[in-house]
């Protein structure tokens, strides 16, 4: 009997997904769960049962397409000025904020308090928290270089997914993992501020009675319509907040450096938040359409829940660097390409590992998704403002990466 394509990648799909990690990397990534009940206290299951979410009535110029849209033109007709593109843009964001979800509609005050202060050899680290909404306090070390005698720029620094995911914003200022990743300590040695911060589900906002993303679940009972991504952008936002009330902080030289989990903040943040005036992420995204483990962002993750509504089968549902034509992943409204455009003009940096074991086909999509957004810098003249690095290596940050990153932010944050 023939068996159809949609059935056999449904019935196949884990053992494609378990071969998508070489035996190399065992010990240091979590093992791809049998089933998304294998996270403790996060499925995507609870979730709808918790929010009563239905699928969205949701539809952009991508939807229904297997192939990434061009974005600098529509309906077939190119964009000519920056006019167009800026409506373009505009119906984009809309699409993309409708997507994940509504976020508070008020900021409280910051109310931020100093923890703690310690003088080391050519900066000062300050642990602070401030409030980001009513009641909720999230927690940040700010590195402060030693003998500024003028404002300075600063740069935001998410961590990426630690280990253990108690470490959270103790990864980048240098207190605990890889030093590959220790990217505020790096800044703060280059002349930087830097600011991190734990994001939810992470450092001191996990509960290690928890599984990983459980600590979403109180989230989403109290914010049913958001999503934790959003909600991750927020925080960042407000942490953005903060720093422009800083006396030694210039706040109109803001930039973003992260890898993996901290390149996705810092594409998002960028993205939604025009503060941040230039950014540089490391490993951070491969697009729906051509991503092999679409189901990353609602079932391992909690982070876009709303994705959960185009996964075809349980693991995986493309082939390698194309979408099905009955692929359910085609009818998402929109795709990462599109949000990367609403980061033109400002400088964008992206480095790429052609063997990256967490986003296996991040090369292709990343190449697919710069031919897409380089005519919109083009369109704006500001071709030079969009670069890019691939190298072979794993999910990494390696020295050769970390530097052409931060030698991106010095010719931006710094001339």
């Known amino acids: 009997m023939k068996m159809e394509r ?18 190399r990397t065992a ?3 979590r093992p791809l769960p049998k089933s998304e009940f294998d996270y403790v206290d996060w499925s995507w299951q609870r979730w709808r049962e918790i929010t009563g979410q239905t699928r969205p009535n949701v539809r952009g110029d991508q939807s229904g397409k297997a192939e990434l849209i061009y974005l600098h033109e529509q309906s077939g007709k190119p964009l000519t000025t920056a006019r167009e593109w ?9 699409l993309l904020s409708e ?3 509504t976020a508070p509609k008020s900021k409280p005050p910051l109310e931020p308090e100093i923890l703690e202060e310690t003088t080391l050899d050519t900066y000062t680290r300050r642990k602070l928290s401030y409030q980001t909404e009513p ?10 270089p030693k003998n500024l005698r003028e404002r300075a720029p600063v740069v935001l620094c998410p961590h990426q997914t630690t280990t253990p995911l108690t470490s959270g914003m103790r990864d980048p200022v240098g207190l605990n993992g890889d030093p590959t990743l220790y990217t505020s300590l790096h800044l703060v040695r280059r002349g930087y501020v830097t600011f991190t911060w734990d994001a939810l589900c ?24 958001w999503s934790l991504l959003s909600k991750m952008v927020w925080d960042m936002s407000r942490g953005i907040d903060y720093l422009e009330s800083l006396d030694f902080v210039d706040s109109s030289r803001i930039g973003s450096v992260g890898h993996s989990h901290g ?11 025009d503060r941040i005036k230039v950014g540089a992420s490391s490993c951070g995204f491969d697009t729906f359409r051509i991503d092999g483990n679409t189901w990353r962002w609602s079932r391992a993750t909690a982070l876009i829940p709303r994705a959960g509504f185009y996964i075809s089968s349980p693991y995986i549902n493309m082939d390698q660097y194309r979408a099905m034509p009955d692929s359910e992943t085609i009818n998402t409204p929109l795709d990462i390409h599109e949000m990367l455009a609403l980061i033109a003009p400002r400088p964008l940096f992206l480095s790429t590992s052609d063997e990256d074991f967490v986003f296996p086909n991040a090369g292709w999509s990343v190449r697919q998704s710069l031919a897409r957004v380089e005519p919109v810098y083009k369109l704006l003249n500001a071709s030079e403002r969009i670069s890019s690095y691939f190298f072979s290596g794993g999910h990494s940050f390696p020295p050769e990466a970390s530097g052409k990153a931060y030698e991106w932010l010095d010719r931006w944050l710094k001339s």
């Not at 800026?86 to 809309?94: C, F, L, N, T, V």
């Open 135 to 144: 009641g909720e306090r999230v927690p940040a070390y700010l590195l402060i």
């Open 202 to 225: 992470f450092g001191e906002r996990h509960d290690p009675a928890r599984g990983h993303y459980g600590d979403a679940i109180p989230f989403y009972r109290k914010h049913p319509q």
């Open 6 to 23: 949609r059935t056999f990648l449904e019935l196949s799909g884990l053992a494609l997904a378990m071969t998508a990690v070489p035996v």
């Open 27 to 29: 010990k240091a990534q």
């Open 99 to 101: 997507f994940l979800g």
């Open 263 to 273: 390149g996705i903040t810092t594409l998002f943040g960028m993205a939604l938040d």
């Open 86 to 94: 800026d409506a373009r843009r505009e119906s984009i964001k809309r």
